[in-house]
């Protein structure tokens, strides 16, 4: 299985910023998906995951109301559409897939394949 993120760059505070995750090598039916971001020194902290049994996203506290997570299945990838961007919003952002599709979602536990982290940097 493979996860390919991209859609990283450098974008001024109140900018936009849409990540893709693409999946290869496995079904995407079964399949979550969720967003990851880690600044250096610090852990790596959920963001949002799309899960394949439910049409409602989750969403961290910090994402929710300015990030939107959503699924195509005919592309096999998921996007991240980051709005309102913050200074604090600046790490290395990953997708992550599991077949877990309840709660264990939020937890980078769940997941057992990774992508390789996509930099996003946010200017004040």
């Known amino acids: 299985v493979q996860l390919q993120a991209s859609g990283g760059g450098l974008v001024q505070a109140g900018g936009s910023l849409r990540l893709s995750c693409a999946v290869s090598?496995?079904?995407?039916?079964?399949?979550?998906v969720g967003w990851f971001r880690q600044i250096p020194g610090k852990e790596r902290e959920f963001v949002a995951a799309?899960?394949?049994?439910?049409?409602?996203?989750s969403y961290a506290d910090s994402a929710r109301g300015r990030f939107t997570i959503s699924r195509d299945s005919a592309k096999n990838t998921v996007y991240l559409q980051m709005n309102s961007l913050k200074p604090e919003d600046t790490a290395v952002y990953y997708c992550?897939?599991?077949?877990?599709?309840?709660?264990?979602?939020?937890?980078?536990?769940?997941?057992?394949?990774w992508g390789q982290g996509t930099l996003v940097t946010v200017s004040s």
């Open positions: 992550a897939g599991s077949p877990s599709s309840g709660t264990t979602i939020y937890y980078r536990r769940a997941y057992n394949d």
């Open positions: 090598g496995r079904s995407f039916m079964r399949y979550s």
């Open positions: 799309a899960s394949w049994r439910t049409s409602t996203p």
